[in-house]
T-cell receptor, first 111, second 113 residues
Framework: DAGITQSPRHKVTETGTPVTLRCHQT?????MYWYRQDPGHGLRLIHY???????DKGEVSDGYSVSRSKTEDFLLTLESATSSQTSVYFC??????????FGPGTRLTVT | GENVEQHPSTLSVQEGDSAVIKCTYS??????FPWYKQELGKRPQLIID?????GEKKDQRIAVTLNKTAKHFSLHITETQPEDSAVYFC????????????FGKGTMLLVSP
């Protein structure tokens, strides 16, 4: 599983509160990604990073921000959570061969 | 941008039968096509991938074929077993620099004993 972990694994929060999800990898992979997974939509890219302090938007980036201050850590922040952001969030890191490996996921519920 | 269509959305087979899942992509520049298996409540796991310089790749009971002219690729599972039951996702990317993966919406495979 490419030594990739996520925290927390489960979180329930209220509408309007800020939330930060953490992804940590021990493979020294340059590229990292945040996806959300919803029924009927598969995996959709939120943001990705191609190096420390280098990030870009994905398909569904509205309402999300990211930061990458170290190679091993990639943070996803919901500045003001909404019910539409209830989802399962996966991070991934990419090997030098282009293979992406996923973390175990975070189940976020916004009430 | 890239668009990946995946069919069927659900597939039920008897144990021992073969299963085929098909994907089409839109961007002719795509050259990397991985397949992921996701069991219920688990992370997606890479099971096989193919690059555009080959037409077929096998790994035990699973194989992937690629037709670049038609822009489609398929996952073949032979001698299916109940533990093959899962959601399978195809994806496509240019696999250069920081190109991103575009995923199909998934196929739920159910293998009945």
């Amino acid at each position: 599983d490419a030594g990739i972990t996520q925290s927390p694994r489960h979180k329930v929060t209220e509408t309007g509160t800020p939330v930060t999800l953490r992804c940590h990898q021990t493979e020294n992979h340059r590229y990292m990604y945040w996806y959300r997974q919803d029924p009927g939509h598969g995996l959709r890219l939120i943001h990705y990073s191609y190096g420390v302090k280098d990030t870009d938007k994905g398909e569904v980036s509205d309402g999300y921000s990211v930061s990458r201050s170290k190679t091993e850590d990639f943070l996803l922040t919901l500045e003001s959570a909404t019910s539409s952001q209830t989802s399962v969030y996966f991070c991934a890191s990419q090997s030098s061969l282009g293979e992406q490996y996923f973390g175990p996921g975070t189940r976020l519920t916004v009430t | 941008g890239e668009n990946v269509e995946q069919h069927p959305s659900t597939l039920s087979v008897q144990e021992g039968d073969s299963a085929v899942i098909k994907c089409t992509y839109s961007d002719s520049a795509s050259n990397y096509f991985p397949w992921y298996k996701q069991e219920l409540g688990k992370r997606p796991q890479l099971i096989i991938d193919i690059r555009s310089n080959v037409g077929e790749k096998k790994d035990q009971r699973i194989a992937v074929t690629l037709n670049k002219t038609a822009k489609h690729f398929s996952l073949h599972i032979t001698e299916t077993q109940p533990e093959d039951s899962a959601v399978y996702f195809c994806a496509a990317s240019m696999n250069s620099g920081y190109s991103t993966l575009t995923f199909g919406k998934g196929t739920m495979l159910l293998v009945s004993p």
